[in-house]
């Protein structure tokens, strides 16, 4: 199946707009972010992403892969669960009680677990034509392409799919994500999903 494509007018529109947005939504990196002060914090993110398949009870997903993903984006989702513009009750409680350099010392540990996938650049992306808009911003294989944006490539099929819902329903709130995804068909967004999950890239991240 073909995923719609934007025209060349509104896609660059859309790039320039997240661009723009970016700036002011994608908090700086703390500076003192420290994997060391972070491990403690950590073990509480991997009693559920620290094991393969673990899921979600209602609604039922596989809670996200973290291991290969960017720092600054994973500072961006906690305090986006902190600030109410992400809904999920577990994540909500346990961003509450992190304070910001908190959260940096975290998102320093969980990466600095490693992905070798990742580093080396995932795998080679698809037709360019299926996933021209989403890859302007989360690359051709998945790789995001700015910091503060979230590589998808071997992200869960169904995560990918809950969080798409997510976003178009505004029970996500990002005003890009919230405008591309508005118009998304059920069916687009099991394409994208099933896309973006078959790329090597994320994977389950574990303490060696």
Not at 73 to 92: F, H, K, S, V, W
Not at 96 to 117: F, I, R
Request: proline residues 5%; aromatic residues 6%; glycine residues 10%.
């Amino acid at each position: 199946m073909q995923l719609p494509v934007l025209s060349e007018s509104k896609t660059a529109i859309a790039v320039a707009a997240l661009v723009v947005a970016s700036v002011f939504s994608v908090p700086r990196a703390m500076a003192g972010g420290d994997a060391a002060r972070g491990e403690a914090l950590g073990q509480t993110c991997l009693s559920c992403h620290g094991i393969e398949g673990y899921r979600n009870a209602d609604p039922p997903y596989r809670v996200p892969k973290l291991g290969g993903q960017k720092a600054s984006y994973l500072n961006t989702a906690l305090r986006a669960y902190r600030n109410g513009t992400r809904q999920d009750p577990t994540m909500i409680a346990l961003a509450a009680s992190l304070t910001d350099q908190e959260m940096a010392d975290v998102a320093a540990y969980l990466v600095s677990l490693g992905n070798d996938a990742v580093a080396a650049g995932g795998s080679p992306g698809g037709s360019s034509k299926e996933v021209r808009n989403c890859g302007a911003c989360h690359g051709q294989n998945g790789i995001g392409l700015s910091p503060g944006w979230p590589t998808l490539a071997g992200q869960h099929e169904d995560y990918l799919v809950h969080a798409l819902n997510q976003y178009r329903t505004g029970a996500r709130q990002d005003p890009v994500m919230v405008s591309l995804t508005s118009s998304l068909s059920d069916e687009t967004i099991v394409s994208l999903a099933k896309y973006y999950s078959s790329l090597d890239g994320l994977r389950t991240t574990k303490v060696e």
